[in-house]
């Protein structure tokens, strides 16, 4: 059964950089599915940050274009999210999930969720 | 960008009543409609993909109708665990993804 792990800190200073990654277990990254990263400020709704293709091919937010970067490690079958210049806008939880192509890219599998606080 | 709007965002109803939640979007799409689950702490749960079909594992009293631009999550007799927080979310004219604001089903 495919699992999604997530790994990265819980506390980042304001202008600087939010990095996470999601590793992948039970199955491959290099499938059809897509893979991408969800937000969740506190007491509000998901937000959708951007998603990625085994073959590099990436779509982001509008709202975020700027300042977001998803990649993916094919060796370590895992993938990873970089928010840029972070403020307090950005603390939420954020949960990387699985766009799977066999129930028309909903989201199917999710990872654990990281509570990252932006805060000095 | 497809806008969803849920309705009501607060449903509160007692165990065994009917539970139907709506999700409006700003333009006629078709299929790529899900509906999640999410508990306090919890990721969301898939429940229904491509508009009406149940995922792996949810119970038959979870069902999923609609066309165009209006869809519905119906419960049709609301167990204990099934109050939590409902999102709906569109991947058909993608990118962006976009989600519902959330519909909240609290006990009466």
């Known amino acids: 059964q495919e699992q999604l792990h997530q790994s990265g800190p819980g506390l980042v200073k304001p202008s600087g950089t939010l990095s996470l990654t999601c590793a992948v277990s039970g199955g491959s990254i290099n499938s059809s599915d897509w893979w991408t990263w969800v937000r969740q400020p506190p007491g509000k709704g998901l937000e959708w940050i951007g998603d990625i293709y085994h073959r590099g091919n990436t779509n982001y937010s509008p709202s975020l274009k700027s300042r977001v970067t998803i990649s993916l490690d094919k060796s370590k079958n895992q993938f990873s999210l970089s928010l840029h210049s972070v403020t307090a806008a950005d603390t939420a939880v954020y949960f990387c999930?699985?766009?799977?192509?066999?129930?028309?890219?909903?989201?199917?599998?999710w990872g654990q969720g990281t509570t990252v606080t932006v805060s000095s | 960008e497809i806008v969803l709007t849920q309705a009501p965002a607060t449903l509160s109803l007692s165990p065994g009543e009917r539970a139907t939640l709506s999700c409006r979007a700003s333009q006629t799409f078709s299929g790529y409609l899900a509906w999640y689950q999410q508990k306090p702490g919890q990721a969301p749960r898939l429940l229904i993909y491509d508009t009406s079909n149940r995922a792996a594992g949810v119970p038959a009293r979870f069902s999923g109708s609609g066309s165009g631009t209006d869809f519905t999550l119906t419960i049709s007799s609301v167990e204990p665990e099934d109050f939590a927080l409902y999102f709906c979310h569109q991947r058909s004219n993608w990118p962006p993804v976009t989600f519902g604001q959330g519909t909240r089903l609290e006990i009466k």
């Open positions: 999930a699985r766009q799977r192509a066999t129930v028309r890219f909903a989201m199917d599998v």
